[in-house]
């Protein structure tokens, strides 16, 4: 019987790079270098032609970078490999993450072509002058037009990014942000806080940093968010993301449960048999090393999860989950969602009773009102959700 695995593309490139951003993408790469990048993720896909006949692809995820930079030749291409090498379910949920102002008419039907069915948005704020601040080339008109775009080529599952706590933004302007959004009604609406990463010119900048609303304020955007979002017909699934109902992301979901996922591209991170591993970094080696790999079907070794030298060169880390590290991983990172973790789905998987390993933990927390047990289901409660953090970091096992 055939099981599930999810895909995972990253296209680090980037127009500009926002000041508040961490993630591993660049600015200002030649088209030559993409299509170049394009050419060593398909070899990279083609790489698992000897187990893809054992899975089913439930999702996949073209992340970033600004995948909607590419053109959609492009993305036609890395599909077709995709296509070629694994098995898609019918219904398979296939994002790309895209900025305004990168989309027109040609580009999202030929998205549409390739079977991409569900685009995310970056708006992050309605406030131009916000935008400006954060480093992002679009403004507000750029995302209304690009969302009537992704609709008028018959899109209906569309994510909209925003996010709170920003240098300088009042409880006002994120109101305005929200209810402009909700006027649209996407399927799906992911509500993040601005975390200050290390490095970014954001953390480096004093002004912004003085500028960052004080706690409290934050504190009372994520209860608006909470109070307009549910108003507007949105559930939350998990800490922050919110769907009408049957739009959950499918993606995001197997990473909160649990599922297999196998990350094609620079840095890209898997799970997969077992194994947690990641890409190597350096563009140019990445590239560099696919472009000197000639074979186009290989063994592998199914303990050791090396197909050949090249995936040994390609991978930055391997590190084996034994069940200490899952039960850990299903703890705290499902608890993340509203529905929280299922007790029977616990003990199928790892043989035990949930009590039987962490009954002090949950005890305490159900104790003090932080958590709930309600028939089959452990999940936290509003007050629990607030310092998430600490209980979730309750349930690691070697501490």
């Not at 290989?298 to 090249?310: G, H, P, R, S, W």
Request: aromatic share 12%; glycine share 8%; hydrophobic share 35%.
């Amino acid at each position: 019987m055939k099981k599930y695995v999810s895909l995972y593309v990253h296209i680090p490139f980037c127009a500009v790079k926002c000041k508040y951003c961490d993630f591993l993408s660049f600015d200002g790469e030649s088209y030559g270098t993409m299509l170049r990048y394009v050419d060593s993720l398909c070899q990279e896909i083609k790489l698992y032609t000897p187990v893809a006949e054992e899975y089913i692809v439930r999702s996949i995820f073209i992340g970033g970078g600004t995948p909607s930079l590419l053109d959609e030749a492009l993305i036609t291409n890395i599909m077709a490999f995709i296509r070629k090498t694994f098995t898609l379910e019918k219904n398979c949920e296939i994002t790309i993450e895209a900025n305004p102002g990168t989309l027109r008419h040609q580009k999202l039907n030929g998205y549409k072509a390739a079977g991409i069915n569900r685009i995310s948005i970056g708006l992050q704020s309605a406030d131009d002058d916000m935008l400006r601040r954060l480093g992002r080339l679009h403004n507000y008109d750029q995302f209304v037009a690009s969302f009537k775009a992704a609709r008028r080529a018959g899109f209906q599952n569309i994510n909209v990014d925003i996010m709170s706590g920003l240098p300088g933004q009042t409880i006002h302007t994120y109101v305005d942000t929200i209810s402009r959004v909700l006027d649209f009604s996407p399927e799906h609406i992911s509500a993040y806080s601005l975390q200050i990463e290390e490095g970014t010119p954001f953390a480096n900048d004093p002004q912004i940093l003085e500028d960052i609303p004080p706690e409290m304020i934050d504190r009372r955007m994520y209860e608006i968010t909470k109070k307009l979002l549910a108003a507007g017909g949105y559930e939350r699934y998990e800490f922050s993301n919110y769907a009408k109902p049957g739009y959950e992301c499918k993606h995001n979901m197997v990473y909160w449960t649990g599922g297999e996922y196998i990350g094609f591209g620079l840095g890209a991170s898997s799970y997969f048999k077992g194994k947690r591993f990641s890409n190597m970094r350096d563009i140019f080696s990445y590239i560099d090393l696919m472009e000197e790999t000639t074979e186009k079907f290989v063994t592998y070794d199914d303990m050791e999860l090396l197909f050949n030298e090249t995936t040994a060169k390609l991978r930055q880390s391997v590190t084996t989950m034994y069940v200490d590290s899952r039960m850990e991983e299903f703890m705290f990172l499902g608890l993340r969602m509203m529905c929280g973790v299922s007790r029977s789905d616990f003990e199928e998987r790892f043989k035990k009773d949930i009590y039987e390993v962490y009954g002090p933990v949950l005890n305490k927390y159900t104790d003090q009102g932080f958590m709930v047990v309600d028939g089959d289901r452990i999940y936290l409660t509003d007050k629990g959700i607030d310092v998430s953090n600490v209980i979730l970091a309750d349930f690691l096992l070697d501490k």
